[in-house]
């Protein structure tokens, strides 16, 4: 016979997980209380290195069933979801999740949604990744500096050039312009 868990979890001490067992309690899922593992950790970290999560996984074996309210109740984006999914169901354990009608991820129509899903998600990061790369490219046309500011003025810099051809050591112009040896180090590259 099947074992049935719940795994909730909340981003902030501030929430609780109270409303997700209610609603897996009314979808109809009697689950012990000992089955319930509850966890409060931000959705930017991955299932795998969640410790509730990790500890769920020790106690699932195959044939157990695992419910969740939404899909990013187990991983920060549509890959972390699949892979957490496609482990689960390599280890034989179903995958339920409320907010898609209860489907079971693992069965052929879940792994049609998880599919659509991961399309999605492969959708909207393209697009994030070439909104982004049209903001880089439009700030280099206007002229915008990237990176850490220099830690020397442009002044500086021509000091520092001429004490190297000057032969000063390195260590010595980093110390009279108050700089780290790596900076001069670093001018001194770009003058060859």
């Given at each position: 016979m099947s074992r049935v868990f719940a795994y909730c979890r909340v981003s902030t001490a501030d929430q609780t997980t109270e409303n997700q067992v209610q609603e897996i309690a009314?979808?109809?899922f009697s689950i012990a209380p000992q089955r319930i593992v509850t966890e409060t950790v931000s959705g930017s970290v991955a299932a795998l290195?969640?410790?509730g999560f990790?500890?769920?996984l020790d106690k699932l074996e195959q044939g157990d069933v695992l419910v969740v309210t939404k899909l990013d109740r187990l991983g920060r984006n549509a890959m972390d979801v699949r892979t957490t999914v496609e482990r689960l169901e390599a280890s034989?354990?179903?995958?339920h999740?409320?907010?898609?009608?209860?489907v079971d991820l693992t069965s052929p129509a879940g792994k049609m949604t998880m599919q659509v899903i991961n399309a999605v998600a492969e959708f909207e990061r393209d697009l994030l990744?070439?909104?982004?790369?049209?903001?880089?490219?439009?700030?280099?046309?206007e002229g915008k500096a990237?990176?850490?500011p220099s830690a020397l003025t442009v002044a500086q810099q021509e000091q520092v050039r001429q004490q190297i051809q000057a032969g000063v050591p390195i260590a010595q112009i980093a110390k009279a312009h108050q700089t780290s040896r790596q900076t001069v180090m670093?001018?001194?590259?770009?003058?060859?």
């Open positions: 009314a979808a109809g290195e969640r410790k990790v500890k769920l034989g354990v179903r995958v999740c409320l907010a898609l009608g209860g990744i070439e909104r982004t790369n049209a903001g880089i490219n439009r700030a280099k046309a990237f990176g850490r670093r001018l001194r590259a770009n003058m060859a």
